[in-house]
């Protein structure tokens, strides 16, 4: 019995090694959040967890040690001259009021994010006067990705949409009673002859004519879902685009609370807290000189580096082979191999200019386009994959960096935490007040406001993603080469006016369709 009792207790070496094995097994099974690098919010072994070393070292200790000179920053820091183009005066009421009477009710159902949704608010108004239908404030469908239930009600002023379209289109809160079957939850328990399912993306007004008015004659309702991109940006009347605009830039404003955490974030970004500097520092006066021209500014970053951003460019970050193994994990499961740029290699990917710029390589184009270390720098970003650690570069080079948590308390953050359509209104508010805006890569948010920018007139940085892979790819470039390319790469792309050509969205540029020539 005690040999037993000893074997049982005191396993061999074989028996240790299969137990170790079965734990490991088991273990993710207990604690999924640390092997899950599907939980788009939860950190994962694999990959936050393991901080990625500077990829462009030379660079970094470069731009560390390198300080813009005073004439950089006064031209950094300038406005955007006059380019010829202005609002166009408000026409006569009689041009643009409403027909009377109407065809029926028109339901449209939204999904995506807060500027996917914006963008189908403002063609719903645009398709509701192209049928002389009565619009039904749009339904906001759950986002998929942040699971957001905010509706309409509770990003947008309500009553000043109304006020702003009272004039264009007839637009009501709800349905009236007799028609109240028609709900979201009514079309989505069966095939229903008042849903159309078929718009096709970029429809024609010619299509909404032949296909949904005679439905919603028939019925008195139609209902429109899916409507994200539905309707076209070519070969509409001149009185539509203007509408769209209308829309986009006058009748889409957000809920009072929403501008003022905004406006919140904004003054404590222009008037921070004096910082008390030692004799030595203020006695330098060059470096005086440079702080005085971003005082009282900031730049906002909108940081597109999300685990689903990550995952879909298959792309390399610099997280070694558990954060590869990790991502493409993710990329499987959640779009089943349906990522065709997979099958490139990381250095194919950087050369077409496909992969988002890191933190790291975002702080290094900002620093060789002039901006030091005393730049007020807020950050616009619902989450950074990696976290802290995948920032910290970004960090070093802005220590000025601050977003929403920095800036306000708990308190005042209280009405918008966890809901990401509300941040994202926040951050878009902030984004419109900055003097310099600039996005990491490509993307609703981005187009949203190159597109709001231009048409006011602000600096607005948009990033040759082709030509930073190529120069980030050159692991042998100094400082003074990689800036200079930098800066010869930008110089027309910080806000200059681009006309929009067949084809291209009305949502990302303005003119001439939003905009009269001065």
Not at 59 to 74: D, F, M, R
Not at 121 to 129: E, H, N, P, Q, R
Not at 369 to 390: I, P
Request: aromatic share 10%; net charge positive; glycine share 6%.
């Amino acid at each position: 019995m005690k040999l037993y009792k000893d074997y049982y207790f005191h396993p061999n070496h074989s028996q240790r090694a299969a137990l170790a094995a079965l734990f490991l097994l088991l273990f993710p099974t207990f604690f999924p959040n640390l092997f899950g690098p599907l939980g788009r919010a939860s950190p994962s072994i694999f990959s936050e967890w393991n901080a990625p070393k500077p990829r462009h070292l030379h660079l970094l200790e470069a731009a560390l040690s390198t300080q813009s000179s005073v004439e950089h920053q006064i031209k950094v820091w300038a406005p955007l001259p006059s380019q010829g183009w202005k609002h166009c005066p408000q026409e006569p009421k009689s041009a643009s009021s409403k027909p009377k009477g109407s065809n029926g009710y028109i339901q449209v159902f939204l999904d995506g994010g807060l500027n996917q949704q914006k963008m189908g608010i403002c063609d719903a108004v645009a398709v509701a006067k192209i049928l002389n239908a009565t619009l039904v404030l749009p339904h906001l469908e759950v986002n998929p990705v942040w699971q957001d239930s905010s509706s309409f009600e509770d990003i947008f002023d309500v009553d000043h949409f109304l006020e702003v379209l009272r004039n264009e289109v007839s637009i009501v809160k709800e349905l009236p009673s007799e028609f109240s079957w028609s709900s979201r939850e009514y079309y989505a328990t069966g095939i229903r002859p008042t849903r159309i399912k078929t718009a096709p993306v970029h429809a024609p007004a010619e299509w909404y004519l032949e296909n949904v008015l005679p439905i919603m004659q028939s019925y008195g309702v139609a209902a429109i879902s899916p409507f994200s991109h539905r309707l076209t940006f070519d070969n509409l009347p001149e009185s539509i685009q203007r509408l769209r605009c209308k829309v986009n830039f006058q009748a889409l404003a957000f809920v009072p609370h929403i501008r003022e955490l905004g406006e919140t974030l904004v003054n404590r970004l222009r008037n921070p807290p004096i910082r008390i500097q030692n004799a030595e520092t203020d006695s330098q006066e060059g470096t005086n000189d440079l702080d005085r021209q971003g005082a009282g500014k900031f730049v906002v970053l909108h940081l597109r580096f999300d685990k689903d951003m990550a995952a879909h460019s298959a792309c390399d970050f610099g997280g070694g082979k558990a954060e590869k193994l990790a991502l493409a994990k993710y990329r499987q499961v959640i779009w089943q191999g349906r990522v065709l740029k997979s099958q490139f290699t990381d250095e194919e990917l950087r050369v077409q200019g496909r992969c988002p710029l890191t933190p790291e390589e975002i702080g290094l184009l900002l620093a060789a386009l002039g901006f030091n270390n005393s730049t007020r720098l807020y950050l616009a970003s619902h989450k950074v994959y990696g976290g802290e650690a995948r920032i910290s570069t970004l960090s070093r080079l802005f220590p000025l960096l601050e977003d929403k948590k920095s800036l306000t308390s708990a308190e005042e953050r209280a009405k918008v935490e966890g809901k990401a359509s509300l941040l994202a209104a926040v951050d878009y508010y902030v984004s419109m007040q900055s003097d310099i805006f600039i996005s990491a890569s490509p993307g609703n948010m981005h187009n949203a406001l190159v597109c709001h920018r231009a048409y006011m007139n602000l600096k607005t940085i948009r990033p040759s993603m082709t030509l930073l892979s190529k120069l980030f790819l050159n692991k042998s470039m100094q400082w003074s080469e990689f800036q200079h390319a930098v800066l010869e790469g930008h110089k027309n792309r910080q806000g200059q006016i681009k006309l929009r050509k067949e084809k291209q969205s009305i949502y990302t540029y303005p003119a001439p369709d939003c905009m009269c020539q001065a």
